[in-house]
């Protein structure tokens, strides 16, 4: 499966910015998709999930200020993130769990995208 992202920045402290993934290869269905971040020095942060079911998942930094939504074209996630302050600086990186015609399970990470919100 490979992830492919965008949207990623600069934006000023209470901006907006939107973040793409898309997802292809043998997939058979896709279980859940997701963002995650990293900064310097910390581990890797979920930040939002979304199940197929459309069963969402947000931490607790983010709640109230980004959304997370499937979209067309069919296996894209969007993270839309709205008031954004400077600490959600970090790279973010997509996520997929899916089952592939072959009958296998994959989780796939994207490449990562910037995000930098300036003071």
């Known amino acids: 499966v490979q992830l492919v992202e965008s949207g990623g920045g600069l934006v000023q402290a209470g901006g907006s910015l939107r973040l793409s993934c898309t997802a292809s290869?043998?997939?058979?269905?896709?279980?859940?998709m997701g963002w995650y971040r990293r900064t310097p020095g910390k581990q890797l942060e979920l930040v939002a999930t979304i199940t197929s079911a459309g069963r969402t998942n947000y931490a607790d930094s983010v709640k109230g200020r980004f959304t997370i939504y499937r979209d067309s074209p069919e296996n894209t996630v969007i993270l839309q993130m709205n008031s954004l302050k400077p600490e959600d600086t970090a790279v973010y990186y997509c996520?997929?769990?899916?089952?592939?015609?072959?009958?296998?399970?994959?989780?796939?990470w994207g490449q990562g995208t910037q995000v930098t919100v300036s003071s």
């Open positions: 290869g043998s997939i058979y269905s896709i279980n859940s």
């Open positions: 996520n997929s769990d899916s089952e592939l015609l072959n009958s296998d399970s994959s989780v796939s």
